[in-house]
């Protein structure tokens, strides 16, 4: 308990005190660097707040900032029987919380490892052939929407998804539309589960994703949106699912799912993602959004408000 209230004094001292130092009798590059270290640490905090603000970890986050208040108010106002209480509770509290935020971690380090670190080595994509395969996708996408076809597409990126090929069986073909619409028949072997396309090829189908812990989803949403959005959580794949019930498409991309795309609409937003623009803008979607209460709210809803 003591350790970590020292650190937390340390580290409100250390801000104080480089804030201290920013004055104008110190060197240019003193004052550059005592500047930079402010702005890396509300940049690191920044993102982390970001991080954990729409998942599981946020609820965590702020049970764990409680008790920590709680904590420093006892040894303030020196309650010794509590401070005894919760100290005994912090001694299991911390490797509790380090089991409890395992995901959490885990799928920090798998951003930055594939974003931050690996992305400058990972190869470009062949800017025609990933156009033709958005194509192919989105029109196999569109049949399936009209029959009501249940579809799970996953478009690797950066982050390698290895352990989830191997559960399903390696194809490595060429993107067609028609062996698209094959696999997911509702008949077919693989249908149940994820085809993932690596190298504008589909490199694997019949796999298996991890479901989503979220419980502020919707009823209506299956086990198809659920492994798109556990899935899309822990990597920065693009998942596009169809609804075997309604054949509505689905856009899931960073633990966030868009609903109600049309084909064409579908297909603007994979090049954006995947190709970009010629002005490097991003298309503006119409996408459906879920609010804390768990019914969609649309555009129609925002304006509203």
């Known amino acids: 308990m003591n350790a970590i209230m020292e650190w937390l004094r340390d580290f409100g001292k250390n801000i104080l005190r480089t804030l ?78 380090i089991v409890v935020f395992q995901p959490e971690l885990r799928s920090a380090l798998e951003v930055i490892g594939g974003e931050t670190v690996m992305a400058p080595f990972k190869r470009s994509r062949d800017v025609s052939e990933t156009t033709a395969m958005i194509d192919v996708v989105a029109d196999a996408v569109a049949d399936m929407s009209e ?10 990126r950066t982050t390698l998804l290895g352990d989830h090929i191997i559960t399903g069986t390696v194809i490595n073909a060429n993107v067609e539309k028609e062996l698209i619409k094959n696999i997911f028949f509702n008949k077919a072997p693989m249908h149940d589960g994820a085809m993932i396309i690596r190298g504008n090829r589909i490199h694997a189908a019949g796999c298996l994703l991890p479901l989503t812990t979220r419980t502020d989803l919707i009823k209506e949403l299956g086990m198809r949106h659920r492994a798109a959005i556990g899935l899309s959580e822990n990597s920065d794949a693009i998942v596009i699912v169809c609804s075997e019930e309604t054949g509505t498409i689905s856009f899931v991309e ?46 129609k809803d925002k304006k509203e408000r």
């Open 254 to 299: 960073g633990g966030e799912i868009s609903r109600n795309y049309t084909p064409t609409m579908l297909k603007a937003q994979l090049r954006s993602e995947l190709v970009g623009d010629d002005d490097g803008k991003k298309h503006t979607i119409r996408r459906t959004v879920k609010n804390v209460t768990g019914r969609i709210m649309t555009d």
């Open 20 to 97: 201290s130092l920013l004055t104008f009798q110190d060197s240019f590059v003193d004052s550059l660097v005592n500047i930079i270290d402010i702005l890396f640490v509300a940049v690191l905090l920044y993102f982390v707040f970001k991080f954990i603000r729409s998942r599981r970890a946020g609820k965590l986050a702020i049970g764990v900032a409680v008790f920590l208040l709680i904590l420093a108010v006892t040894q303030a106002l020196e309650m010794h029987a509590a401070q005894f209480l919760l100290g005994n509770v912090v001694q299991i509290g911390l490797v509790t919380v």
């Open 147 to 156: 029959s009501k076809t249940g579809a799970l597409i996953v478009i690797e």
